[in-house]
């Protein structure tokens, strides 16, 4: 009879044992995020911006919105009149908005010598985007060519969900590496701005020359998954984004 009681006692405590290792068993596991490494800065004009480091390099998270250059000389500001259409350094607003998307600086203003970008950075580079790109997980040969290229990388850089970007069937922004990218549009040679505008299109200097009328630029559209590299005329106004030293 004892022997029966314990054999008893030993199937309920396995059935038991069982149950629990079964229940635990069905517990999703925890999931793991990727910290992304923040800091600030200021620029000479007391804007503050947030900073994400992305691979090995620190970049600006925000659109440059400086008046001055680093020197504390004030940047040409050219809003309504023909003037935009000659090789003067300056920076508008897009339309007659704020500059809560940044500002839109032509390239005679990203170049000047007086300095755009804060002390200690600069202004991003063609090889400064493809690095950043080719982290993200573009090839080499996708990084060099020109036109769409990639595959997703457009939503890892752009703000998430439709925080600025207009939605758009299964493009779906993650911001995944904390660039925050923000559809500042652009302003045209003619000094039109772009079309359809903000919360759809965003346009991005490097401060790489093609030869002395074009330079090249990053495009991101609300539509699109990928990145846009090609070149453009020096008059165009783009947002700009600024890299540590």
């Known amino acids: 009879m004892k022997t029966r009681i314990n054999n008893v006692n030993f199937l309920r405590l396995l059935t ?17 995020e990727l910290k992304i490494e923040t800091d600030s800065i200021m620029d000479i004009d007391s804007n503050i911006y947030k900073t994400v480091k992305i691979g090995n390099k620190w970049w ?7 008046r001055k250059y680093r020197n504390g000389e004030l940047i040409r500001t050219i809003q309504f ?13 897009y339309g007659n908005g704020s500059n809560v998307n940044g500002l839109l600086y032509n390239f005679f203003a990203i170049s000047d010598t007086n ?10 580079t063609d ?18 060519s020109t036109g769409w290229r990639g595959t997703n990388e ?8 439709n925080t600025g970007w207009s939605p758009f069937e299964d493009v779906w922004n993650t911001n995944s590496s904390g660039f925050s990218a923000l559809s500042g549009s652009c302003r045209l040679p003619n000094a039109t701005f772009g079309y359809p ?10 401060n790489t020359e093609l030869n002395n009328n074009e330079s090249y ?19 165009y106004g783009m947002s700009v984004r600024c890299v540590k030293d």
């Open 127 to 144: 090889a400064d985007w493809k690095e950043l790109e080719i982290y993200l997980g573009m090839t080499k040969l996708q990084a060099d």
């Open 60 to 66: 600006m998270a925000e659109n440059l919105k400086t």
């Open 197 to 206: 505008g903000l919360s759809y299109t965003g346009f991005w200097w490097c």
């Open 154 to 161: 457009g939503e890892k850089l752009k703000k998430e969900g």
């Open 81 to 93: 009149d023909e003037q935009w259409q000659k090789k003067l350094p300056a920076f508008c607003k």
């Open 16 to 32: 038991i044992l069982l149950l629990v290792n079964s229940f635990s068993s069905c517990k999703k596991k925890p999931v793991i």
């Open 217 to 235: 630029y990053r495009y991101m559209d609300y539509k699109s998954k990928k990145v846009m590299r090609h070149y453009v005329s020096k008059n």
């Open 115 to 124: 300095g755009l970008a804060p002390v200690g950075w600069h202004i991003a």
